[in-house]
């Protein structure tokens, strides 16, 4: 299995982005994914995830209210909408599958990582 996350950019405090996480070489409808991130000079955090279903989610604290995570399993694509974005959003993402297990909130728990895609958050 190959992720591919993709969708970050440069944005202002406020705005709004969609990110991507589409799997190749194996579905993945059946995998719990969730999303990381990772800013200079901090730990990998959590920052939301799906079941396989995609009848549950869970969000990382700072995040809550704001970002939504949803998945498209005929597409093959986990989405992460990014709302009311704050200059500490800004990080590198990360998308990531579990094939065994629920989502969770742990990254070693994860066996599939994407490359990751760049976030910015300007004041």
């Known amino acids: 299995v190959q992720l591919q996350a993709s969708g970050g950019g440069l944005v202002q405090a406020g705005a709004s982005l969609r990110l991507s996480c589409a799997a190749s070489?194996?579905?993945?409808?059946?995998?719990?994914t969730g999303w990381f991130r990772q800013a200079p000079g901090k730990e990998r955090e959590f920052v939301s995830g799906?079941?396989?279903?995609?009848?549950?989610?869970d969000y990382g604290d700072a995040v809550k209210g704001r970002f939504t995570i949803s998945r498209d399993n005929a597409k093959n694509t986990v989405y992460l909408q990014m709302n009311s974005l704050k200059p500490e959003d800004t990080a590198i993402y990360y998308c990531?599958?579990?094939?065994?297990?629920?989502?969770?909130?742990?990254?070693?728990?994860?066996?599939?990582w994407g490359q990751g895609t760049e976030v910015t958050v300007s004041s």
């Open positions: 070489g194996r579905t993945i409808c059946s995998y719990a």
């Open positions: 990531a599958g579990r094939v065994w297990g629920d989502l969770s909130t742990m990254a070693n728990d994860y066996d599939y």
């Open positions: 799906i079941s396989g279903s995609g009848v549950y989610t």
